[in-house]
């Protein structure tokens, strides 16, 4: 089985700082795979090692089974959406396109048909002859994703690439993109900070902190089992309970004591669908979703239960 | 993405401009230095030009007498211009401000000459200014405007608040307005607003301003030559007399050397308000 | 309202500061008489025959607007090629090398023209249009560099990064994206160098001998005193620079829009 790409052992130091500590990552074909992370977490360093922007202080890198760990972006098999689209901005949506194909020497004609193909795909065919700064953002990110994609690389990397865009729009396309990636077929690979993003997004979800791979797998596993500390925290909220974690939606009301013992509620925030609580145990503060339909207020004196098989065990 | 990739390219497109710099501008100054600790007409090595310089006070009045122009003009500028480019930044409607400032710079376009040679029209003694006031009745005879300190600062104040105006303008419009909002919305009166946010804001293009200023009119000959004529001497001046009448490149070279350090002085004074940065 | 009243006064005031000498210079450019002083006895255009028929004005418009051009185009490539370079990879003492490619900013034209006479000097060059072009880069090429490596930012190199990525070489990164994307500042630049080079005086004066710029022609003609025949030159500068300068604003002003 040939992976389309395989990270060994990879180290990155910027001067005394490690920024990626001994990574080992596997895409396979045809996935979606999210690096989610904070800022400082190594995520972006891993996609540029990935795309040969940063060479690895140790380690090695393949791609399609070959070893790139030294090659030059312009000759490995990989293209980047960076997070400010770098489209060419003296030339047309269709020249940006175009770009690649011309570099790899194909002739005028085949060049135009293939960008207006891409441009197709991703829904922009009538923006060929336009100028980059005559489209809205959502449309130059399209535009940079059809550049990246013309020249049909075995790995499209992705640089924040919602980052740029307003809440609604963000949402909208990362609908799109994962209909792109269904529909070229190409793996990708995709940085960002946004872990709504991330679960929405991912078919192989990747949590990293502090140069590190704190945990990865589906979503769903990373949500329901997280591996560390971190995972459970920074992937959606918990409260943590000496090495166990309790997701708020899992915490319910009820009368007496509950296995969680009694809190007093010192926060209620009201979230249209579900009402987010913050109650004060005796020495945990729990967090808590409750439906929005429940009569609370704060200073109310509760009992919490929790299912026991919903805790989730963390490594100590 | 921290790395810059090292390879042979960088140096390929740097060594051009470094080269024709090293070539043509550091070695020529490099040469001047040299030749000037070897006097015409001395045996070899010696610092008789310096020696002059310090110690013949009518070499030595010339820099004093660059420094006091010099000194006034940017002062003068600075003061006419502060104004004028506030009232073209807040006063004229923000869509005829750009043909009110190409108004205001268009006698830049005028080549530096014939800008000197217009105001020699105007100050001479049979000039516009002169007849003008003896046609009203105002004066019955020519008073000497032209060929004075006088002349040559007015020539040079007139080209610098066309500069000044230019880079003060520019710095007044890039302060965002909500500053002065915001100091109103405080408590700070139009005056008090001006000194605590809008003149410590504008400091740094003043001095851009300022520095530019400096160098410029310390080191023109142009100017001084045509309106102030002979009667003081500047620094330039004195140095192209040396060449001019008697040959002396020596004396010549010795002299820019000390007109360069005292421009390196103001600079190391204003270095921090200079730095060019990529944006 | 009082204050825009003092406003207008004040600026008005300027303004007449501005352009009296101007104002002068070409009104009397078409005195009718021998002496461009008042009364006023024209409009004629005798004098702007005489300068078109002077035959050391036209070859010094000739010479002043080559060695313009070619000095420029060279001190551009050299700035921009630098500024790439010092922008783009990593060289040692980077810093240093900024530092002397721009030190020529901040030292008077006086001192770089002396610098030059003297070494020419020494080797026992002639001074000529060469050597006073020679000069004229000296000035402009740290302008140009200055300008270009300013443009130079992060979202730049994005692009330029963006461009490897797809498969460009150094050289065609160069002339297909770095040089047309940067082409308003290219262009900004050599139009200013342009103009300085058209207006300088002091080194050309220095360095050239027989053959010179139109500027040091003009300063030649000083020497008769105030003549309208001056006069008519100076307009005619002071004409052609004014139409660079609305040709410039025009194709940047293109530019911002397109």
């Known amino acids: 089985m040939s992976e389309t790409v395989v990270v060994e052992k990879v180290s990155v130091r910027f001067g005394s700082t ?23 977490s190594g995520k972006t360093t891993l996609l540029s090692v990935l795309g040969g922007f940063q ?35 003296h030339m047309t949506v269709g020249n940006n396109v175009a ?34 700064h005559q489209l809205s953002g959502g449309q130059r990110q399209r535009v940079a994703l059809a550049r990246a994609l013309v020249v049909e690389p075995k790995v499209l990397l992705l640089d924040e690439p919602l980052g740029a865009l307003d809440l609604k729009l963000r949402r909208q396309m990362q609908d799109e ?34 140069g590190r791979i704190e945990d990865e797998g589906t979503p769903e596993k990373v949500y329901t089992r997280p591996a560390t500390r971190f995972a459970a925290t920074f992937m959606g909220e918990s409260t943590i309970i000496g090495n166990r974690a309790i997701r708020p939606e899992h915490i319910s009301l009820v ?62 | 993405m921290t790395g810059l990739p090292k390879n042979s390219t960088g140096w390929f497109c740097v060594t051009p401009a470094l080269l024709f710099t090293l070539l043509f501008f550091v070695l020529p100054f490099l040469g001047m230095a040299v030749l000037s600790l070897f006097p015409k007409g001395g045996e070899g090595f010696g610092f008789e030009n310096y020696a002059q310089f310090f110690g013949n006070p009518s070499y030595w009045r010339a820099l ?93 104040v007139h080209f610098f608040v066309m500069l000044l105006t230019l880079t003060i303008y520019a710095n007044l419009k890039q302060l965002p307005p909500n500053y002065r909002k915001a100091a109103a919305d405080l408590g700070a009166g139009p005056v008090s607003a001006f ?67 005292v421009v390196t002085i103001a600079y190391l004074a204003s270095a921090r308000w200079l730095k060019i940065e990529r944006t | 309202m009082m204050a825009r009243i003092v406003s207008a006064v004040y600026a008005a005031l300027i303004y007449g500061f501005i352009f009296l000498p101007v104002a002068v210079l070409v009104l009397f450019s078409f005195q009718g008489t021998l002496f461009p002083i008042p009364p006023f006895n024209g409009p004629s255009l005798r004098w702007y025959g005489a300068v078109l028929s002077d035959q050391r004005l036209t070859d010094g418009l000739v010479n002043s607007l080559l060695v313009a051009f070619i000095t420029s185009a060279l001190a551009t490539i050299m700035g921009f090629l630098s500024a790439w370079a010092l922008a783009r990879f990593w060289l040692p003492a980077s810093a240093m090398i900024r530092g002397i490619i721009t030190l020529p900013l901040t030292v008077s034209y006086l001192i770089i023209g002396m610098g030059l006479l003297v070494m020419f000097n020494l080797a026992g060059l002639p001074r000529s249009l060469f050597a006073a072009g020679i000069g004229h880069i000296v000035i402009n090429l740290p302008l140009c560099f200055a300008i270009i490596y300013s443009q130079m930012g992060a979202h730049q190199a994005n692009i330029e990064r963006a461009a490897r990525d797809l498969g460009a070489g150094e050289l065609r990164v160069l002339t297909l994206v770095t040089a047309p994307m940067l082409w308003p500042a290219l262009f900004a630049s050599f139009f200013l160098a342009f103009t300085f080079s058209w207006d300088e005086f002091i080194i050309s004066f220095l360095l050239t001998r027989f053959d010179t710029t139109l500027p040091v022609e003009i300063w030649n ?29 025009i194709v940047a002003f293109r530019k911002r829009v397109a």
Not at chain 2, 90 to 117: C, D, G, H, I, K
């Open chain 1, 177 to 210: 993109l994962k209909a792109i990636q269904k529909r070229v077929g190409t793996a990708f690979v995709h940085v960002t900070h946004d872990q709504e993003e991330a679960m929405a997004l991912a078919d192989h979800l990747v949590v990293m902190n502090k």
């Open chain 3, 221 to 249: 003609m000083l020497r008769a005193g105030l003549n309208p025949k001056t006069n008519a030159a100076g307009s005619l500068v002071f004409g052609v620079s004014i139409v660079l300068a609305i040709v410039f604003e």
């Open chain 1, 255 to 316: 009368a007496g004591e509950g296995n969680l013992g009694r809190a007093r509620i010192v926060d209620v925030t009201y979230q249209g669908s579900f009402k987010r609580v913050a109650a004060q145990g005796k020495e945990t503060l729990f967090l808590v979703r409750l439906p929005a339909d429940v009569a609370i207020a704060i200073g109310d004196e509760v009992g919490l239960a929790c299912d026991a098989a919903r805790m989730i065990e963390l490594p100590s």
């Open chain 1, 18 to 40: 490690l920024a990626l500590d001994d990574v080992s990552l596997t895409v396979s074909p045809g996935s979606y795979t999210v690096l989610l992370g904070p800022s400082g």
């Open chain 1, 55 to 89: 060479e690895p202080t140790s380690g090695r890198v393949l791609i399609g089974g070959e070893d790139c760990t030294h090659v030059p972006p312009a000759r490995r098999p990989t293209t980047t959406v960076f997070q400010d689209y770098a489209l060419f901005p």
């Open chain 2, 195 to 261: 000194i605590h946010i809008i003149l410590p804001l504008t400091l740094p293009g003043i001095m851009v301003g300022a520095f530019l200023t400096f160098v410029l009119a310390i080191g023109d000959y142009i100017t001084p030559q045509i309106l102030g004529g002979n009667n003081e001497l500047l620094l330039p001046q004195l140095i192209m007399m040396q060449i001019g009448r008697r040959g002396d490149f020596s004396s010549a070279s010795a002299l820019s050397v000390i007109l360069m350090a």
């Open chain 2, 64 to 156: 004093v007498n660059s420094l006091e122009v010099t000194a006034i003009v940017t002062a003068v500028s600075i003061l006419l211009a502060y104004p004028f480019a506030w009232i073209l930044a807040n006063v004229v409607p923000e869509r005829w401000q750009r043909l009110a400032l190409m108004l205001a710079v268009l006698p830049f376009w005028t080549s530096y000459v014939v800008r000197s040679y217009s105001w020699l029209l105007v100050l001479a003694e049979n000039g516009v200014i002169n007849q003008m006031l003896m046609g009203s009745g105002m004066l019955s005879a020519p008073v000497q405007l032209a060929n004075s300190r006088a002349a040559t600062v007015i020539g040079f």
């Open chain 1, 99 to 132: 770009f690649g194909l011309l570099m790899r020497g194909m002739a005028a004609a085949p060049r135009r048909e293939k960008a207006r193909e891409m441009l197709a795909v991703v829904g922009l065919a009538e923006a060929f002859d336009r100028k980059p």
